[in-house]
């Protein structure tokens, strides 16, 4: 059973950059046809998909965050990270990670593993 966990700090300053890993057990961030996601969910809002990257180290935005996003991995930790730059009180939200599995057809968005997620404020 796969399990992911959260973790970075819970404020960050307007202009700044939210900085979150998380950590991967029970399987690997290079398993073969599997993408790793972050998703948000601002307070009263849904969620929204910022960006995979995949088993190839494959990365894929929204438009709505690409021109402001990263997503990244590190093997020797089975570990995949969020960089979301200048950021604003706006991006206060409830930051997830998520995995899913390619189909046939390629990226599906459907996510069969969660974190818990992670509040993250940013005000001055």
């Known amino acids: 059973q796969v399990q992911l966990q959260e973790s970075g700090p819970g404020l960050v300053k307007p202009s700044q950059t939210l900085s979150l890993s998380c950590s991967v057990s029970?399987?690997?961030?290079?398993?073969?046809?599997?993408?790793w996601s972050w998703i948000r969910q601002p307070p009263g809002k849904g969620l929204e998909w910022m960006g995979f990257?995949?088993?190839?180290?494959?990365?894929q935005y929204s438009p709505s965050f690409k021109s402001r996003t990263s997503v990244y991995r590190d093997t020797s930790k089975n570990q995949f990270s969020l960089q979301l730059n200048s950021v604003t009180p706006e991006d206060t939200a409830v930051y997830y990670c998520?995995?899913?599995?390619?189909?046939?057809?390629?990226?599906?968005?459907?996510?069969?593993?969660w974190g818990e997620g992670t509040l993250v404020t940013v005000s001055s």
């Open positions: 998520a995995s899913g599995a390619f189909g046939t057809d390629g990226y599906t968005g459907i996510m069969d593993y």
């Open positions: 029970g399987g690997s961030v290079t398993t073969n046809w599997r993408y």
């Open positions: 990257i995949d088993y190839r180290e494959n990365t």
